[in-house]
């Protein structure tokens, strides 16, 4: 067992992230997509990395936090709280069900289940026009405001102002999820992940730790697509597309499976490739392609593992160093 | 006489048309080695798969400590006292020697294996009778290594220790030597006589020496059925064992 770090650790190291990021990434706009995908490659990296479930539905997840938070600034008076909260949740209970079902089939059955799943989702919202907008897109989504009774109401008009709100709820979220990888839970995901068979035989009910984690992945990448909606001003039909799903599942294992620094990674180096290679060429997708191919030659591991080796090198206490000398 | 700690009753395993067993009926009495033999193929492995829930019972009883489990699932056997070890080792093979015993510690808890909100103690009863298990097994390792780097002969051991960990009152153990040196069956002799102090265990094996050597009681089955039954002394002697066995080294 590797000792966990404190948990003042990780919200430090998340709040050092999410305040320097905008100084260094080209806009606040960009800045803030990577918290939003960097918590949708958590959710991917809790189900995939942690447990061994290959979701291809993620998607499903984050256009229906789109929606949800769309929808209630739209029609209901909610704060911004509230809004974040009933999404998450929302996502939450959405994955029980995908991740009820999906869960009852192994192997590549499990992963055609979740992608049927998530194309369902994308039809329900191509077809329920009248709510979401169907091809258009949900219009006109609006910032819900922060309201301190009898204290102060904060509005997040401003690209810098909407960055801070997301960069609060990244650091939350992030906190309680690298929580929840340290705990129990996080050892009965690791220990399902290696040997389904010996996990159930030695006493646990396999299939309700799999729900458990499809709630958990649900509702923190619902709280992505919420996010991303009301730093759109819009709530796309693609959010919801197999694209979303493939995007949000590559930034996950470009990181590397099996640690969330590793998630955040991945975002980060997808979108700024992205972003880099756009202006570039206006064939930019060939490029980040390619890139993304040699990552996976190359870096197997995930770039998070390969950073990891890298500083291990430089500071000395290297893999091959350690084992060498507890053996000799 | 006293009643048997572990019973089966017309216990019945179908696989699609084929018996693998068929009306076994045996009684295990507490604190005793009870040896279960035969040639391969004869069905004992799947009477421990039965009776530690990994397949469902075609028809049958199972009772253990007076109690019906033939229905109940897979994972709640280990907290009713059911513990086994597999044939085929079956580990966390990235995980620690350690974290392997942890976990099967942990499972005793269901409720604490939901627990999401709180780091994993380095410190734990669980982790303190991890530490004692691995001592009384003699596999003398740093806890830290993967399970994946353990010699053979260690992981057969580390698959035994986990079976250890559930603290049962019936441990089913499922050829613990094959594979091992010879070198390495002493060893498992002492191991195997020292846990009579604590809890029932059940056999299965194919080194006819150890068997003689710890067993009280031994099973002989052929085809799916229990062909005798009697101590070592008294199966060594028996006709229909010799049959089953013609051609075997016994
Ligand atoms: N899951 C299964 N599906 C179909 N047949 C099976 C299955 N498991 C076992 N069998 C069959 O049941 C019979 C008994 O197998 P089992 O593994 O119980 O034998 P065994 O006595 O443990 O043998 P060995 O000494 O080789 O371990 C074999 O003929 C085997 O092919
Ligand atoms: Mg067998």
């Not at chain 1, 009820?100 to 499990?110: D, K, L, M, P, T």
């Not at chain 1, 309201?147 to 904060?154: E, G, N, Q, R």
């Not at chain 2, 051991?157 to 070198?183: C, F, H, N, Q, Y």
């Amino acid at each position: 067992m590797t000792r966990n770090f404190p948990l003042g650790f990780h919200i430090g190291a998340a709040t050092v992230f999410a305040f320097i990021l905008p100084f260094v990434v080209p806009s606040e706009v960009l800045a803030t997509e990577i918290l939003i995908f960097a918590l949708a490659a958590i959710g991917c990296n809790l189900l995939l990395g942690y447990t061994g479930l290959l979701s291809f539905g993620q998607a499903l997840f984050f256009g229906a936090g789109a929606y949800f938070a769309g929808l209630m600034s739209i029609h209901l008076p909610f704060g911004l709280f509230t809004v974040l909260l009933i999404s998450t949740i929302a996502g939450a209970a959405i994955a029980v069900i995908v991740g009820f079902f999906s869960i009852r089939r192994a192997g590549i059955y499990f992963v055609m289940l979740t992608l049927a799943f998530g194309q369902l989702g994308y039809y329900i919202a191509f077809l329920a026009e009248p709510l979401t907008g169907g091809e258009d897109g949900l219009l006109s989504v609006v910032r819900p405001s922060l309201t301190i009774p009898f204290i102060a109401k904060f509005d997040f008009a401003t690209n810098t102002s909407f960055y801070y709100v997301t960069a609060v709820t990244f650091v939350m979220a992030f906190t309680l999820l690298q929580r929840l990888v340290d705990s129990p839970l996080g050892s009965v995901l690791r220990a399902i992940k290696q040997n389904e068979a010996r996990a159930e035989a030695i006493g646990y009910q396999v299939r309700l730790y799999k729900i458990a984690v499809f709630a958990f992945s649900g509702a923190v990448t619902s709280l992505s697509g919420a996010l991303y909606a009301l730093m759109l001003n819009f709530a796309p039909l693609s959010n919801i597309d197999i694209e979303t799903s493939e995007v949000i599942l590559f930034m996950c294992v470009l990181g590397g499976l099996g640690s969330l620094y590793g998630s955040i990674l991945g975002a980060v180096i997808f979108l700024l490739a992205s972003d880099f290679f756009a202006e570039l060429w206006p064939r930019w997708m060939l490029l980040l392609g390619l890139m993304l191919v040699m990552i996976m030659l190359y870096m197997p591991g995930g770039l998070w593992k390969s950073v990891c080796s890298l500083f291990a090198r430089l500071s000395g206490t290297d893999d091959t160093v350690k084992k060498g000398g507890a053996n000799g | 006489m006293a009643d048997p700690i572990l019973q089966t009753i017309d216990l019945t395993k179908k696989y699609g048309d084929f018996f693998a067993n068929t009306e076994v009926s045996i009684n295990v009495m507490a604190d005793t080695i009870h040896g279960v033999i035969g040639p391969n193929g004869a069905g004992k492995t799947t009477l421990f798969n039965c009776l530690a829930g990994t397949v469902p019972l075609t028809s049958g009883k199972i009772r253990l400590d007076g109690r019906e489990i033939g229905k109940k699932p897979q994972h709640v056997r280990p907290l009713l006292g059911m513990g086994r070890s597999f044939q085929v080792t079956s580990l966390f093979s990235d995980l620690t020697v350690l974290e392997n015993l942890r976990l099967a510690s942990q499972a005793l808890q269901p409720a604490k294996g939901f627990v999401f909100w709180k780091s994993l103690p380095e410190v734990s009863a669980d982790i303190d009778y991890a530490h004692h298990v691995l001592k009384r097994i003699g596999l003398d390792i740093e806890t830290s290594t993967l399970a994946a780097s353990l010699s053979h002969g260690q992981q057969r051991l580390l698959e035994v220790a986990m079976a250890l960990m559930a603290r049962p009152k019936v441990l089913l153990l499922d050829e613990p030597t094959s594979g091992m040196g010879i070198d390495d069956v002493p060893q498992m002799i002492k191991l195997l006589r020292s846990l009579r102090k604590e809890c029932t265990v059940v056999l299965i094996e194919h080194n006819i020496h150890l068997v003689t050597e710890v067993c009280d009681i031994v099973t002989v089955m052929q085809l799916g059925t229990v062909i005798a039954e009697g101590t070592p002394a008294e199966i060594s002697a028996d006709e229909a064992v010799k049959t089953a066995y013609l051609g075997e080294d016994i």
